[in-house]
């Protein structure tokens, strides 16, 4: 197995690092995924019992100016391998007005994941910062638990409003209740609501906007102005608005109802 990446370009570093940072918001260890064409940082816990479920994709050719790689054989050229999100966002730190960024998986008595960072100096000259982030190579045989998880079909999806924004209003909310129930419906319409035996309180945004596909999905006979709702553990959604780095053009909520095993 194989891998060197560099990255020379500073709005690609800057969003490379924002990525990173986003993930060690949410989880302490995540899972690169390595192919010719794309890095894939993935998180699986199981979200029965609360955790967060991520599939974060990244061409190659958007981000790396050199990208090389050889998995781990021809029929199967990938590398999976897991690491503490918290080390690479910690070496990446020091990527700031850094003139390049290079990235190889090494052998240091263990496997690595070496990040070279070039820095310039009040010289004009180049230093090299190194770290060695130790990593694990996931078997083959574990590949099939980290794929892309297919999304369930939804009744309703929705525009979210400003992350930011919507952090605020739960950030007040969890100081009354520690749950949180999510309401939209296909006129554009999303309620954060939170109900307990002394005080109901609902923020409403209105004219979000659907995605296309959502209308097209959903039963004719469904009534626009029908609320789906979904009941949420609060921290949980904060730490998800907590770990957005990335600034996304648009955010997308799609209440489903899955039916747990009794």
Same mark, same amino acid.
């Given at each position: 197995m194989k891998f060197r990446a560099k990255i020379v370009d500073a709005a690609c570093l800057n969003q490379f690092t924002r990525v990173s940072n986003m993930i060690a918001k949410l989880a302490k260890t995540c899972t690169l995924r390595i192919s010719p064409n794309k890095l894939n940082f993935i998180l699986s816990d199981k979200l029965a019992s609360g955790g967060v479920s991520m599939w974060c994709e990244l061409e190659q050719e958007n981000f790396f100016s050199e990208f090389q790689m050889e998995g781990v054989s021809a029929e199967n050229n990938e590398i999976y391998l897991e690491l503490t999100s918290e080390n690479l966002s910690r070496?990446?730190?020091?990527?700031?007005?850094?003139?390049?960024?290079?990235?190889?998986?090494?052998?240091?008595?263990?496997?690595?994941?070496?990040? %070279? $960072?070039?820095?310039?100096? =009040? !010289?004009?000259?180049?230093?090299?910062v190194t770290h060695d982030i130790p990593i694990t190579i996931i078997p083959r045989r574990l590949w099939k638990d980290l794929?892309?998880? %297919? $999304?369930?079909?939804?009744? =309703? !999806?929705?525009?979210?409003?400003?992350?930011?924004?919507?952090?605020?209003?739960?950030?007040k909310m969890k100081n009354i209740s520690n749950h949180l129930i999510i309401e939209a419906n296909l006129n554009g319409d999303l309620n954060l609501k939170i109900e307990t035996e002394l005080v109901c309180i609902t923020t409403h945004f209105k004219d979000l906007g659907n995605p296309p596909l959502a209308s097209e999905n959903t039963s004719q006979n469904r009534n626009p102005e029908e609320m789906a709702e979904v009941h949420i553990d609060i921290k949980k959604l904060l730490q998800f608005l907590a770990g957005q780095q990335v600034n996304p053009t648009k955010a997308i909520c799609s209440p489903v109802h899955i039916a747990l095993p009794s």
């Open positions: 070496a990446l730190k020091t990527t700031q007005n850094a003139r390049s960024l290079k990235i190889k998986l090494t052998n240091k008595h263990f496997p690595c994941l070496t990040i %070279s $960072v070039e820095l310039l100096s =009040v !010289s004009s000259s180049s230093r090299i794929q892309e998880p %297919s $999304v369930p079909d939804s009744d =309703v !999806s929705i525009y979210l409003p400003v992350l930011k924004t919507m952090r605020s209003v739960v950030e």
